[in-house]
């Protein structure tokens, strides 16, 4: 055997312990520990759920501008029951429609696009209260109806915030009443109390007075 040949061998064959198992366990670097993530909507029931492409209106540039395509939900507080818009993009999550669905709303077919609808809403997706002109457009014309049907019920279902601000207002004077009712008859029965308890010492003075003036006559 050539000298080469053995060499050539000796690289092939693998070095002994090379696939050994010794057993040994190796820490990680760095321990990643879990962390929750709170979207905001832990407090509320989605009563609607769809695949849509937003857009909003640029008034300067009198023109339709995207805002995103993503999910658009409907939201059901458990407490209040108050109901508003959300829609996320896609990939990046990012809310590009944040808005309470309000008994005034009214939303509307888009012109021409029977997949499509428009409405105004007053909306914080940018961390700020702005007027918006938005329009939505779905892949299927019943998708659309749905979203439609579904928005006009919730806004119609809502309490006027009006009606709701007066009903607080007169169970809080209901309230008041009810104290001050409360107080009166204590003050009357503390007025009528007041006149027996005069009369009383009235008459412990005098029959002090009459004691003393025995004593002395004696």
């Known amino acids: 055997m050539s000298s080469a040949d053995a060499e050539h061998r ?18 990680p670097i760095v321990r990643l520990e879990e962390v929750a993530v709170s979207t905001g909507e832990e407090n509320e029931d989605a009563i609607l759920d769809l695949k849509a492409k937003l857009y909003r209106f640029d008034k300067d540039g009198n023109q339709w501008k995207e805002r995103g395509a993503g ?14 818009l959300v829609m ?11 808005h ?42 019943e998708n659309n109806r749905f979203f439609m049907e579904k928005f006009q019920e919730v806004a119609e279902s809502q309490e006027p915030e009006g009606e709701s601000e007066d009903a607080n207002a007169a169970s809080g004077l209901l309230e008041n009443l009810k104290v001050e009712e409360k107080e ?16 009383e010492e009235e008459k412990d003075i005098k029959s002090d007075k009459a ?6 006559s004696t």
Not at 11 to 27: M, N
Not at 71 to 84: A, D, G
Not at 88 to 98: D, F, G, P, V, Y
Not at 211 to 216: G, I, K, L, R, V
């Open 71 to 84: 999910t658009v939900k409907l939201l059901k507080h458990k407490e209040s029951s108050k109901v508003r």
């Open 10 to 27: 000796e690289e092939e064959e693998p070095l002994a312990g090379d696939d050994e198992d010794t057993g040994a366990q190796v820490a």
């Open 211 to 216: 004691a003393e003036e025995s004593s002395s």
């Open 184 to 199: 009166t008859t204590a003050e009357k029965k503390d007025e009528e109390a007041a006149p027996a308890a005069v009369k």
């Open 88 to 98: 996320r993009q896609s990939k990046t999550l990012k809310i590009c429609a944040n």
């Open 100 to 141: 309470l669905v309000l008994p005034k709303m009214t939303v509307q077919e888009h012109a021409g696009n029977e997949k499509s609808c428009v409405w105004h809403a007053t909306d914080f997706a940018d961390g700020e209260l702005k007027e918006e002109l938005f329009c939505i457009r779905f892949a299927s014309i």
